[in-house]
């Protein structure tokens, strides 16, 4: 488990707030980006990819988590998540689901400066993850 104090926030933020100007938003006009901090020290990033069918935009975490498993997969450990605008963005549903899958509930999210890094646990309570799958059968 890593603690908050241990974590660079201040470059994963940077590193995010960069990531956003690689966005692809010509319909909200809002650009994300996301930066995050593997288990081996390595780093990732997203920006969100927008699409006119609305429906299939990809957020900057999602884009994030296929950078991870481009670089072949690993563990993430924290994730700064930071609008253009500068405002607070929460993960949506979907992602906090993505990020599940690979950091599970310890992963610490931060939402810029003005929100304290959470527990992905905390944001997402008694999530569906790899555990479930594999091990049921009907009786
Ligand atoms: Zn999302």
Known sequence: MSTLSEIPWE??????????????????NVTV????LTSDGRSVEGANV????????????????SDLV??????????????????PIAPCGRCRQLLFEHGGNELLVDAGERTPAR?????????????????????
């Open 11 to 28: 470059s994963l933020r940077a590193q995010a707030r960069q990531a956003t100007s690689k966005s692809y938003a010509p319909y909200s």
């Open 33 to 36: 980006g996301a930066a995050g």
């Open 50 to 65: 927008e699409n006119a069918s609305y429906g299939l935009t990809l957020c900057a975490e999602c884009s994030l988590v």
């Open 119 to 139: 527990r992905l646990g905390e944001l997402l309570p008694g999530a569906f993850g790899p555990d479930e799958l594999g091990t049921r059968k009907n009786s």
């Open 70 to 87: 481009r670089q072949g997969g690993g563990r993430l450990l924290a994730v700064s998540i930071v609008a253009g605008d500068g405002q």
